[in-house]
T-cell receptor, first 109, second 112 residues
Framework: QQPVQSPQAVILREGEDAVINCSSS?????VHWYRQKHGEAPVFLMI?????EQKGHEKISASFNEKKQQSSLYLTASQLSYSGTYFC??????????FGAGTRLTVKP | ETGVTQSPTHLIKTRGQQVTLRCSSQ?????VSWYQQALGQGPQFIFQ???????GRGNFPPRFSGLQFPNYSSELNVNALELDDSALYLC???????????FGSGTRLTVV
Protein backbone atom coordinates (compact mmCIF):
# COMPACT_ATOMS: atom_id res chain seq x y z
CA GLN A 1 0.00 0.00 0.00
CA GLN A 2 2.84 2.33 -0.86
CA PRO A 3 1.60 5.76 -1.97
CA VAL A 4 2.13 6.69 -5.59
CA GLN A 5 4.14 9.82 -6.31
CA SER A 6 4.26 11.75 -9.55
CA PRO A 7 6.23 12.84 -11.39
CA GLN A 8 9.23 10.57 -10.81
CA ALA A 9 11.60 13.35 -11.76
CA VAL A 10 11.46 17.02 -12.69
CA ILE A 11 14.04 19.54 -13.86
CA LEU A 12 13.48 23.24 -13.25
CA ARG A 13 15.27 26.49 -13.83
CA GLU A 14 15.71 28.77 -10.83
CA GLY A 15 12.53 30.72 -10.21
CA GLU A 16 10.21 28.18 -11.81
CA ASP A 17 7.39 26.39 -10.00
CA ALA A 18 6.67 22.71 -9.53
CA VAL A 19 3.93 20.49 -8.12
CA ILE A 20 4.55 17.01 -6.72
CA ASN A 21 1.60 14.72 -6.20
CA CYS A 22 0.99 11.84 -3.81
CA SER A 23 -1.91 9.41 -3.94
CA SER A 24 -2.99 6.66 -1.56
CA SER A 25 -5.56 3.90 -1.87
CA UNK A 26 -6.05 3.80 1.90
CA UNK A 27 -7.87 6.12 4.29
CA UNK A 28 -5.23 8.31 5.88
CA UNK A 29 -4.63 9.92 9.24
CA UNK A 30 -1.95 12.22 7.88
CA VAL A 31 0.37 12.97 4.99
CA HIS A 32 4.01 13.94 5.52
CA TRP A 33 6.43 15.55 3.09
CA TYR A 34 10.22 15.27 3.37
CA ARG A 35 13.21 16.28 1.26
CA GLN A 36 16.34 14.17 1.15
CA LYS A 37 19.61 15.28 -0.36
CA HIS A 38 22.12 12.72 -1.51
CA GLY A 39 23.84 11.03 1.43
CA GLU A 40 21.80 12.92 4.00
CA ALA A 41 18.82 12.22 6.24
CA PRO A 42 15.30 13.15 5.12
CA VAL A 43 14.28 16.59 6.38
CA PHE A 44 10.72 17.35 7.46
CA LEU A 45 8.82 19.86 5.34
CA MET A 46 5.13 19.55 6.15
CA ILE A 47 2.49 17.41 7.83
CA UNK A 48 -1.15 17.56 6.80
CA UNK A 49 -3.64 16.00 9.20
CA UNK A 50 -7.13 14.78 8.46
CA UNK A 51 -9.48 17.52 9.49
CA UNK A 52 -7.42 20.20 7.78
CA GLU A 53 -4.62 21.09 10.22
CA GLN A 54 -1.19 21.67 8.70
CA LYS A 55 2.20 22.14 10.32
CA GLY A 56 5.44 22.88 8.59
CA HIS A 57 7.82 25.41 7.17
CA GLU A 58 6.32 28.77 6.30
CA LYS A 59 7.72 28.77 2.78
CA ILE A 60 6.29 25.35 1.95
CA SER A 61 2.76 24.96 0.63
CA ALA A 62 0.78 21.74 0.37
CA SER A 63 -2.76 20.46 0.16
CA PHE A 64 -4.58 17.30 1.26
CA ASN A 65 -7.81 16.15 -0.35
CA GLU A 66 -9.26 13.76 2.23
CA LYS A 67 -12.02 12.51 -0.06
CA LYS A 68 -9.54 11.43 -2.72
CA GLN A 69 -6.64 10.62 -0.30
CA GLN A 70 -4.41 12.79 -2.44
CA SER A 71 -1.84 15.39 -1.47
CA SER A 72 0.18 17.88 -3.46
CA LEU A 73 3.34 19.78 -2.58
CA TYR A 74 3.75 23.18 -4.22
CA LEU A 75 7.25 24.52 -4.77
CA THR A 76 7.22 28.12 -5.97
CA ALA A 77 10.05 30.36 -7.15
CA SER A 78 12.45 27.43 -6.87
CA GLN A 79 16.00 27.92 -5.64
CA LEU A 80 19.09 25.79 -6.20
CA SER A 81 18.76 24.57 -2.60
CA TYR A 82 15.40 22.95 -3.43
CA SER A 83 17.20 20.20 -5.34
CA GLY A 84 16.83 16.76 -3.83
CA THR A 85 14.44 13.85 -3.65
CA TYR A 86 11.00 14.58 -2.22
CA PHE A 87 9.12 11.84 -0.41
CA CYS A 88 5.55 11.77 0.71
CA UNK A 89 4.72 9.61 3.69
CA UNK A 90 1.18 8.46 4.31
CA UNK A 91 0.19 7.44 7.81
CA UNK A 92 -2.90 5.38 8.55
CA UNK A 93 -4.88 5.29 11.79
CA UNK A 94 -2.90 2.26 13.00
CA UNK A 95 0.40 4.24 12.89
CA UNK A 96 1.48 2.38 9.73
CA UNK A 97 3.58 4.87 7.74
CA UNK A 98 4.39 4.24 4.09
CA PHE A 99 6.67 6.33 1.90
CA GLY A 100 6.42 6.81 -1.83
CA ALA A 101 9.28 6.05 -4.20
CA GLY A 102 10.25 9.71 -4.32
CA THR A 103 10.37 12.54 -6.82
CA ARG A 104 13.82 13.69 -7.86
CA LEU A 105 13.88 17.46 -8.28
CA THR A 106 16.79 19.20 -9.98
CA VAL A 107 16.97 22.98 -10.06
CA LYS A 108 19.43 24.47 -12.53
CA PRO A 109 20.79 28.03 -12.65
CA GLU B 1 17.71 20.76 20.06
CA THR B 2 20.25 17.94 19.89
CA GLY B 3 18.70 16.16 16.93
CA VAL B 4 18.62 12.41 16.39
CA THR B 5 21.89 10.51 16.64
CA GLN B 6 22.46 7.02 15.26
CA SER B 7 25.35 4.64 15.82
CA PRO B 8 27.31 3.19 14.28
CA THR B 9 27.36 5.06 10.97
CA HIS B 10 28.62 2.06 9.02
CA LEU B 11 28.66 -1.65 9.78
CA ILE B 12 29.67 -4.81 7.95
CA LYS B 13 28.24 -8.13 9.11
CA THR B 14 28.28 -11.69 7.88
CA ARG B 15 25.13 -13.52 6.79
CA GLY B 16 23.52 -15.28 9.76
CA GLN B 17 24.91 -12.91 12.36
CA GLN B 18 22.90 -10.61 14.60
CA VAL B 19 23.16 -6.81 14.75
CA THR B 20 22.00 -4.04 17.08
CA LEU B 21 21.62 -0.49 15.81
CA ARG B 22 21.17 2.40 18.22
CA CYS B 23 19.36 5.70 18.14
CA SER B 24 19.27 8.62 20.54
CA SER B 25 16.24 10.86 20.11
CA GLN B 26 15.56 14.39 21.21
CA UNK B 27 14.31 14.88 24.74
CA UNK B 28 10.51 14.86 24.83
CA UNK B 29 10.18 12.81 21.65
CA UNK B 30 8.01 9.95 22.84
CA UNK B 31 7.55 8.41 19.40
CA VAL B 32 10.36 6.68 17.53
CA SER B 33 10.16 4.86 14.23
CA TRP B 34 12.67 2.76 12.33
CA TYR B 35 12.94 2.55 8.56
CA GLN B 36 14.93 0.57 6.03
CA GLN B 37 15.99 2.47 2.92
CA ALA B 38 17.46 0.71 -0.08
CA LEU B 39 19.46 2.73 -2.58
CA GLY B 40 17.24 4.90 -4.75
CA GLN B 41 14.06 3.98 -2.90
CA GLY B 42 11.84 5.50 -0.25
CA PRO B 43 12.14 4.49 3.40
CA GLN B 44 10.26 1.31 4.32
CA PHE B 45 8.48 1.35 7.68
CA ILE B 46 9.78 -1.33 10.08
CA PHE B 47 8.02 -0.41 13.31
CA GLN B 48 7.12 2.41 15.69
CA UNK B 49 7.37 2.75 19.46
CA UNK B 50 5.45 5.12 21.69
CA UNK B 51 6.41 5.41 25.35
CA UNK B 52 8.33 2.11 25.18
CA UNK B 53 5.50 0.10 23.61
CA UNK B 54 5.40 -1.06 20.00
CA UNK B 55 2.31 0.55 18.44
CA GLY B 56 2.77 -0.06 14.72
CA ARG B 57 4.62 -2.48 12.49
CA GLY B 58 5.29 -2.75 8.78
CA ASN B 59 5.80 -5.85 6.64
CA PHE B 60 9.00 -7.05 8.25
CA PRO B 61 9.57 -10.51 9.75
CA PRO B 62 9.86 -11.08 13.52
CA ARG B 63 13.64 -11.27 13.30
CA PHE B 64 13.44 -7.47 13.19
CA SER B 65 12.74 -6.34 16.75
CA GLY B 66 13.18 -3.23 18.77
CA LEU B 67 13.25 -1.56 22.13
CA GLN B 68 12.63 1.97 23.32
CA PHE B 69 14.03 3.18 26.63
CA PRO B 70 12.85 5.87 29.06
CA ASN B 71 15.86 8.06 28.22
CA TYR B 72 14.61 8.55 24.61
CA SER B 73 17.07 6.04 23.18
CA SER B 74 16.05 3.03 21.14
CA GLU B 75 17.46 -0.05 19.45
CA LEU B 76 16.79 -2.03 16.32
CA ASN B 77 17.84 -5.66 16.48
CA VAL B 78 18.07 -7.89 13.45
CA ASN B 79 18.70 -11.61 13.85
CA ALA B 80 19.84 -14.14 11.25
CA LEU B 81 21.05 -11.47 8.84
CA GLU B 82 20.40 -12.01 5.15
CA LEU B 83 22.14 -10.39 2.18
CA ASP B 84 18.93 -8.44 1.38
CA ASP B 85 19.14 -6.75 4.77
CA SER B 86 21.93 -4.59 3.38
CA ALA B 87 20.52 -1.05 3.42
CA LEU B 88 20.50 2.29 5.20
CA TYR B 89 18.57 2.08 8.48
CA LEU B 90 16.99 5.30 9.61
CA CYS B 91 15.63 6.22 12.99
CA UNK B 92 13.09 9.05 13.27
CA UNK B 93 11.51 10.61 16.34
CA UNK B 94 8.65 12.96 17.07
CA UNK B 95 6.79 14.53 19.99
CA UNK B 96 3.72 12.62 18.86
CA UNK B 97 2.04 11.54 15.65
CA UNK B 98 0.61 14.99 14.94
CA UNK B 99 4.10 16.37 14.33
CA UNK B 100 6.68 15.66 11.71
CA UNK B 101 9.61 13.37 12.29
CA UNK B 102 13.24 14.28 12.81
CA PHE B 103 15.44 11.70 11.10
CA GLY B 104 18.89 10.58 12.08
CA SER B 105 21.64 10.27 9.46
CA GLY B 106 21.28 6.51 9.48
CA THR B 107 23.40 3.39 9.80
CA ARG B 108 24.66 1.86 6.58
CA LEU B 109 24.54 -1.93 7.07
CA THR B 110 26.31 -4.23 4.66
CA VAL B 111 25.75 -7.98 4.93
CA VAL B 112 28.33 -10.14 3.19
Amino acid sequence: QQPVQSPQAVILREGEDAVINCSSSKALYSVHWYRQKHGEAPVFLMILLKGGEQKGHEKISASFNEKKQQSSLYLTASQLSYSGTYFCGTEMENNDMRFGAGTRLTVKP
Amino acid sequence: ETGVTQSPTHLIKTRGQQVTLRCSSQSGHNTVSWYQQALGQGPQFIFQYYREEENGRGNFPPRFSGLQFPNYSSELNVNALELDDSALYLCASSKDRDYGYTFGSGTRLTVV
